[in-house]
């Protein structure tokens, strides 16, 4: 069987951690999508494993809830050829009062390679790259980030659209608790898109309009003429009283229905990041759509993701041909 083909380059990343698209230039990024080019050929095999990550260890550790991360990111190690162990923090010594500085410590002290990690505080990621040696990648802390579902988002994009320097791109929905979105405004703008959000008012933080964005309070100024809809999820587990009146009334007005993707473009690209609270923040006709590339988010999650492994582990190192 062929090897596939990686491309050389002469960019490299800056950082040995993936902590935040807010700090990634251009050309990393574009490095990362290129390589995932690469190794979703990988995905499309009959026999998906190579050997390029043999005898490279990576811990998922995850203090949140996940399915579609914890688990492209254990397929994309195990593709890759890595020991991959998951860690559940219910279950550790997490539970018995140990702090994130001496979980770190412990995992770091087993010789492991890189620490996927997912916490509910801000900045959780960037204080364990400062703690422990292994190469730290930010599965989402807290409020902040999430940059490799920005990445992944990016890549669906240029799947679909084959650019997004000049593209409209709508974010709609919860924005005040998403770290999707702010990965997603700063790897969009860095790319050249015009980036348009809207959600409630009290679901919109100030600081959004500094960003260089713009700001709606009605979806449909948001969505009118989008080549792009990305529809964020109303999060319950992080919803304070009084952010809106009851989730009939957010799907009434803010739901992401028919009529008001009619408003976008003829052709215009419906996403989620998963999962969907069908009936609140999107219709269920519209999220099976043929607009809809939900499902392909899914699968360009694991490309992105092995890209990434690929490219921290192997220290930037070009190499010809993977498997």
Same mark, same amino acid.
Request: aromatic residues 4%; hydrophobic residues 40%.
């Given at each position: 069987?062929?090897?596939?083909?990686?491309?050389?380059?002469?960019?490299?990343?800056?950082?040995?951690?993936? &902590?935040?698209?807010?700090?990634?230039? +251009?050309?990393?990024?574009?490095?990362?999508?290129?390589?995932?080019?690469?190794?979703?050929?990988?995905?499309?095999?009959?026999?998906?494993?190579?050997?390029?990550?043999?005898?490279?260890?990576?811990? %998922?550790?995850?203090?949140?809830?996940?399915?579609?991360?914890?688990?492209?990111?254990? &397929?994309?190690?195990?593709?890759?050829?890595?020991?991959?162990?998951?860690?559940?923090?219910?279950?550790?010594?997490?539970?018995?009062?140990?702090? &994130?500085?001496?979980?770190?410590?412990?995992?770091?002290?087993?010789?492991?390679?890189?620490?996927?990690?997912?916490?509910?505080?801000?900045?959780?990621?960037?204080?364990?790259?400062?703690? +422990?040696?292994?190469?730290?990648?930010?599965?989402?802390?807290?409020?902040?980030?999430?940059?490799?579902?920005?990445?992944?988002?990016?890549?669906?994009?240029?799947?679909?659209?084959?650019?997004?320097?000049?593209?409209? +791109?709508?974010?709609?929905?919860?924005?005040?608790?998403?770290?999707?979105?702010?990965?997603?405004?700063?790897?969009?703008?860095?790319?050249?898109?015009?980036?348009?959000?809207?959600?409630?008012?009290?679901?919109?933080?100030?600081?959004?309009?500094?960003?260089?964005?713009?700001?709606? %309070?009605?979806?449909?100024?948001?969505?009118?003429?989008?080549?792009?809809?990305?529809? &964020?999820?109303?999060?319950?587990?992080?919803?304070?009283?009084?952010?809106?009146?009851?989730?009939?009334?957010?799907?009434?007005?803010?739901?992401?229905?028919?009529?008001?993707?009619?408003?976008?473009?003829?052709?215009?690209?419906?996403?989620?990041?998963?999962?969907? %609270?069908?009936?609140?923040?999107?219709?269920?006709?519209?999220?099976?759509?043929?607009?809809?590339?939900?499902?392909?988010?899914?699968?360009?999650?694991?490309?992105?993701?092995?890209?990434?492994?690929?490219?921290?582990?192997?220290?930037?190192?070009?190499?010809?041909?993977?498997?």
């Amino acid at each position: 069987m062929g090897g596939t083909a990686v491309t050389k380059s002469q960019v490299t990343l800056r950082n040995k951690d993936i &902590l935040a698209l807010q700090d990634m230039s +251009v050309d990393e990024m574009q490095l990362i999508l290129d390589t995932a080019k690469q190794m979703k050929q990988i995905i499309d095999r009959d026999i998906k494993k190579v050997p390029t990550l043999r005898g490279k260890s990576v811990i %998922n550790l995850f203090f949140e809830s996940s399915t579609r991360t914890r688990t492209s990111f254990e &397929l994309a190690g195990k593709y890759l050829g890595a020991d991959v162990v998951n860690i559940t923090v219910s279950a550790s010594s997490v539970t018995k009062g140990e702090s &994130l500085r001496d979980t770190l410590l412990t995992v770091e002290a087993m010789g492991v390679d890189a620490i996927i990690m997912r916490h509910e505080a801000e900045g959780s990621s960037q204080f364990a790259s400062s703690i +422990v040696k292994p190469v730290i990648i930010n599965a989402g802390d807290g409020a902040h980030e999430h940059p490799t579902q920005g990445l992944l988002d990016m890549f669906t994009i240029l799947q679909y659209k084959g650019q997004i320097q000049g593209l409209k +791109v709508a974010i709609v929905g919860d924005i005040l608790h998403s770290r999707v979105a702010r990965s997603n405004i700063w790897g969009l703008k860095k790319m050249g898109a015009e980036v348009h959000v809207a959600g409630p008012q009290t679901l919109l933080p100030r600081e959004m309009e500094c960003m260089g964005i713009r700001v709606h %309070n009605r979806i449909e100024d948001a969505i009118d003429q989008a080549d792009v809809v990305n529809v &964020l999820r109303i999060q319950k587990e992080r919803q304070q009283k009084g952010l809106f009146p009851s989730l009939r009334e957010y799907a009434r007005i803010f739901g992401v229905n028919a009529k008001r993707l009619a408003l976008a473009k003829e052709d215009a690209l419906l996403m989620h990041p998963g999962p969907m %609270n069908r009936g609140l923040e999107i219709a269920p006709d519209v999220a099976y759509s043929g607009q809809s590339a939900i499902q392909e988010q899914v699968k360009n999650g694991l490309a992105v993701r092995m890209a990434i492994l690929f490219l921290v582990l192997m220290g930037g190192k070009n190499i010809e041909t993977i498997g």
